[in-house]
């Protein structure tokens, strides 16, 4: 009989009450028993959903990150917020967000905020975690608090447990040595620690620990590989088994390497290595245990039961008991319950599966591999028709589309002229001051904004009142921006629920629930919409909104757009053809969208691809394939405008210094990009490679309340200077501000207007 189990679970709630409750603390609204409370709830809440299941993950919950709480774990803290007041959920904040509690905080000047740690992208997901710092002196100390409190729990419950924690080599591997040096020599200290972790889980009657190991699906360099073999060695003390979960990719040449590792069962993601499965049964010893996540953790689309049990059931023949069945990967990347939507399209509704479905479906596979198909056969028939009904639906398939994506040529991604001459031309039309300042295109989104939208999509207003609330909103915006001295307007995207969202809701080919929220990180939770189709734009999206907000100023406003690859990679995208084909489609759609802004008269149009690097395959030998396509895409949508047009674009919280070619080859006029957190370090892509076109260098971390001070941005303004021509640089947050407050919003963006003029003033 096959094992059935789980790595991990949504931990926001389907109401995203994780969120709501952080949000109350930080404010000072609720007490930290409050939020505690909200978490036992949750984590109780959860396992319910997964009582169906042999075994059940422990410790995947977390208030922030759970990388940030195995740093916790682990006694890794960064030195600049120890000793510091309170307890340690307090200094948990601080290293996520740059400060804890407004109680917490408020009494002490020590704690008015920190640098908040190094956030960037969990793998290829629109996760994001924060960074693990190290330097040559760290030291490990165990703290077991948060662990064996969360395996209390799921004993009170009846929860048959499996701890989940994040592998010593993955934990290294995704952190930073801040002074330079070697990660790998702390692995000594680090797998003792470790060791200790896994006596303790074992001290509360523990039989299985989940070890998430997902770095093995990347190219490791020889002395990586040789890192498995040492922490493994040193954690095969018999104290647990230990599951080795890889997921994300294929393991490729590591297959052997994770097979004679001294674990007692490994985890393979099935949905990118099904080929492997054959192979890695052939490697292992004949007591390992075998799990195999055979539902996609990452996507919403129902499994295709049959055609799964065709190659399982010989599978499960060949390893008996030895058999675990799972999803790919944690249900983290998935909303909680299809059953909680009630206004989805009901054709598309009949082809999802949410994070609850999935694991149904899991228990599905299990039944019909140890008592046959026929015990199933009701659930098998469902399933059967929905798959059937969404191949065969003349919705999905657009023929006018196709035939549009078979016309493109490479005329469609060229400009007109090389970039030195339209920087001139563009010069000459928008007579800016050196260091422009501007913002990446949103502001704040009010209690205001968010009531009107609520009331407009509940019927209690018209399109009319609508519009003149977003309208005034905007107004407010352009406001602000011209009594701050901003160079470069943006209308503040008042009107957007979501950068993605937003466009995908004015798009044919896509749908929408009312509850699919997933995490980005911490409180920050996003909604992908569902691309179920071929995509075409029936109208324009933005035109409207821009040039309204453009006639209240005489300054330059910019046009905001998202990107084709960035609505691809923040969708829940189709599966049924090649990624690079919608993306395509998309870059048609917005690249009529860019057309109509100019013959609008708007002069500059950011056109964000946040989600650019994110798209990255986890093996470098695979990046041109999807680079390739990637940039044709957005040189489909920039490149059809005039050289007098200025076109920018934006990525955030991605580390993009080894394809910085390729950012390159997009060829925008100007990109703005994060690197407040890091300190301008991500510039160092500039120190061999001479970019040829305008930077702008987030000059503050928007995602922390914290206010930074003139002096703090012109000192990260001269260091990019040290690596780009002065003429080049723009002066510009490291993101959008709508998670911001306004009060908040007006000194930072003070601040930042001051830095800009005195470097202009200091310029030589």
Not at 353 to 358: N, R, S
């Amino acid at each position: 009989m096959a094992t059935t189990h789980n790595l991990g679970f949504p931990r926001i709630g389907a109401k995203r009450e994780l969120k709501f409750a952080q949000e109350a603390y930080w404010k000072g609204q609720s007490t930290r028993d409050d939020l505690i409370q909200v978490g036992a709830d949750l984590r109780a809440r959860h396992w319910r959903d997964q009582a169906a299941l042999d075994l059940a993950p422990v410790g995947d919950f977390a208030f922030y990150d759970q990388v940030l709480d195995m740093s916790f774990t682990l006694g890794n803290l960064p030195e600049r917020v120890r000793g510091f007041h309170g307890d340690a959920l307090d200094n948990y904040f601080r290293v996520a967000r740059g400060r804890s509690a407004q109680s917490a905080e408020e009494h002490a000047e020590c704690c008015g905020g920190v640098a908040a740690g190094e956030m960037t992208k969990w793998f290829d997901t629109n996760y994001h975690y924060i960074v693990p710092e190290f330097d040559a002196a760290t030291q490990f100390t165990l703290d077991t608090t948060r662990l064996l409190a969360q395996l209390a729990e799921a004993k009170v419950l009846g929860v048959k447990a499996k701890p989940v924690i994040i592998g010593p080599v993955t934990y290294l591997a995704l952190g930073k040595a801040k002074d330079g040096s070697d990660k790998l020599a702390l692995l000594p200290r680090l797998q003792h620690i470790y060791a200790e972790l896994l006596t303790a889980l074992a001290g509360q009657g523990v039989e299985w620990v989940q070890v998430d190991e997902p770095i093995l699906v990347t190219e490791l360099a020889p002395e990586w590989q040789a890192a498995f073999t040492q922490a493994y060695q040193a954690l095969d003390t018999g104290a647990v088994k230990l599951l080795l979960a890889t997921y994300f990719g294929p393991l490729k040449e590591n297959l052997p390497l994770a097979a004679g590792l001294p674990v007692q069962g490994l985890h393979l993601d099935t949905i990118n290595a099904r080929d492997e499965v054959d192979t890695l049964i052939l490697a292992a010893p004949a007591d390992r245990v075998i799990s195999l996540g055979v539902v996609n953790g990452r996507n919403i689309w129902k499994t295709d039961l049959e055609g799964v049990l065709a190659w399982l059931e010989p599978v499960a023949k060949t390893l008996g008991d030895r058999l675990w069945i799972a999803p790919s990967c944690s249900l983290l990347h998935v909303p909680v319950d299809l059953g909680n939507e009630r206004k989805l399209d009901a054709e598309v509704k009949s082809w999802l599966a949410f994070a609850v479905q999935k694991l149904e479906e899991i228990t599905v596979l299990a039944a019909a591999l140890s008592q046959g198909r026929a015990t199933v056969e009701a659930e098998l028939a469902a399933n059967r028709a929905a798959i059937a009904a969404r191949r065969t639906s003349p919705r999905v398939n657009n023929p006018a589309v196709k035939a549009a994506v078979a016309r493109i040529d490479a005329a469609l991604g060229q400009r007109k002229s090389a970039y030195a001459d339209r920087a001139a031309k563009q010069a000459a039309l928008l007579n800016l001051p050196l260091f422009p300042t501007t913002t990446i295109g949103s502001f704040p989104q009010t209690i205001e904004i968010r009531h009107a939208r609520s009331q407009f999509k509940a019927g209690s207003i018209d399109a009319a009142a609508y519009t003149e609330a977003m309208r005034a909103e905007i107004a407010r915006s352009v406001r602000e921006q011209e009594a701050l001295g901003l160079d470069v307007l943006v209308h503040g995207e008042a009107e957007r629920n979501d950068m993605v969202e937003y466009f995908g809701e004015q798009l044919d080919g896509y749908a929408f629930s009312q509850g699919g929220w997933v995490q980005s990180y911490g409180s920050r939770c996003v909604k992908p919409p569902i691309l179920f189709g071929d995509i075409s734009r029936p109208k324009a999206m933005t035109v409207d909104w821009i040039t309204y907000a453009a006639s209240l100023t005489a300054k330059p406003m910019k046009g905001m757009l998202t990107g084709p690859v960035t609505i691809l990679n923040w969708s829940f995208v189709r599966d049924d053809q090649p990624r690079s084909t919608s993306c395509l489609q998309l870059a048609l759609a917005i690249r009529e969208e860019v057309l109509d802004l100019e013959k609008a008269g708007v002069r500059i149009i950011q056109i964000d691809e946040a989600a650019l690097r994110e798209g990255l395959p986890l093996r470098r030998s695979q990046w041109r394939e999807y680079l390739d396509w990637a940039v044709e895409s957005f040189r489909i949508t920039a490149n059809g405008v005039a050289d007098e047009t200025q076109i920018h674009t934006h990525m955030c919280y991605s580390e993009f210094n080894d394809i910085i070619a390729s950012i390159a080859d997009m060829d925008a006029d100007v990109i703005t990009i994060e690197t407040s957190r890091s300190d301008m370090e991500l510039l160092g892509a500039f120190d061999d490679f001479n970019y040829p076109n305008q930077i702008g260098p987030g000059v503050y971390d928007i995602h922390s309340p914290n206010i930074p001070t003139e002096d703090h941005i012109v000192g990260l303004m001269r260091k990019a200077a040290e690596r780009i021509p002065a003429d080049r640089l723009w002066v510009n947050p490291d993101c959008g501000l709508k998670t911001r407050q306004w009060t908040e919003v007006i000194p930072a963006l003070t601040s930042m207007v001051s830095a800009a003029k005195t470097l202009r003033a200091t310029a030589s």
